[in-house]
T-cell receptor, first 111, second 113 residues
Framework: LAKTTQPISMDSYEGQEVNITCSHN???????ITWYQQFPSQGPRFIIQ???TKVTNEVASLFIPADRKSSTLSLPRVSLSDTAVYYC????????????FGAGTTVTVRA | EAQVTQNPRYLITVTGKKLTVTCSQN?????MSWYRQDPGLGLRQIYY???????DKGDVPEGYKVSRKEKRNFPLILESPSPNQTSLYFC????????????FGPGTRLTVL
């Protein structure tokens, strides 16, 4: 299970783009990178997943460089409702069953 | 609607009184797991199950039991709850392992007096 490192917190303002970088230096060949969002007292919610290059959906973009040792979650034009904790997880679709969430990145969006 | 359900959502109990928190998913997922979340400690995995009758310990299994007799259900059992098990509990499921999208339940807030 690849260990991940991400910033503890980030502050932003409404309408700005927020980029959160996660380091995963020992990522394995079969590992995928997944980001989750969690609001207080709610379970984490899937945001986006990728293996390499760039992935975009209606909520966010995920940039993964060629060496895959890091990844960046990009939240375009954030609003107050994007204030949450964001977790970066790395693991394979099989053989990885023990899951550890780090502290995540607390993103605070201000008006 | 695809979902993970947990019951009860809130529970206040006393030390030593056995309790069970149920978890059920309707997505035919192979993998299910339980987490507890405490302030400043993030989400910590208690137990997980790769399939029916196959379970294993996560990071903080002490004081908990689980069973997986059916694919859809994965109850969490506290045989003799103690105050240090006061926490917010989440159940999750996915089709495959942890690299697959995890679907989380709404949470169960447990208070042990």
């Amino acid at each position: 299970l690849a260990k991940t490192t991400q910033p503890i917190s980030m502050d932003s303002y409404e309408g700005q783009e927020v980029n959160i970088t996660c380091s995963h230096n020992n990522i394995a060949t079969n590992d995928y990178i997944t980001w989750y969002q969690q609001f207080p007292s709610q379970g984490p919610r899937f945001i986006i997943q990728g293996y390499k290059t760039k992935v975009t959906n209606e909520v966010a973009s995920l940039f993964i460089p060629a060496d895959r040792k890091s990844s960046t979650l990009s939240l375009p034009r954030v609003s107050l409702s994007d204030t949450a904790v964001y977790y970066c997880l790395v693991g394979s679709l099989s053989n990885d069953y023990k899951l550890s969430f780090g502290a995540g990145t607390t993103v605070t969006v201000r008006a | 609607e695809a979902q993970v359900t947990q019951n009860p959502r809130y529970l206040i109990t006393v030390t030593g009184k056995k309790l069970t928190v149920t978890c059920s998913q309707n997505m035919n997922h192979e993998y299910m797991s339980w987490y507890r979340q405490d302030p400043g400690l993030g989400l910590r995995q208690i137990y997980y199950s790769m399939n029916v009758e196959v379970t294993d310990k996560g990071d903080v299994p002490e004081g908990y039991k689980v069973s997986r007799k059916e694919k859809r259900n994965f109850p969490l059992i506290l045989e003799s709850p103690s105050p240090n098990q006061t926490s917010l509990y989440f159940c999750a499921s996915s089709l495959l392992g942890i690299g697959d999208t995890q679907y989380f339940g709404p949470g169960t807030r447990l208070t042990v007096l």
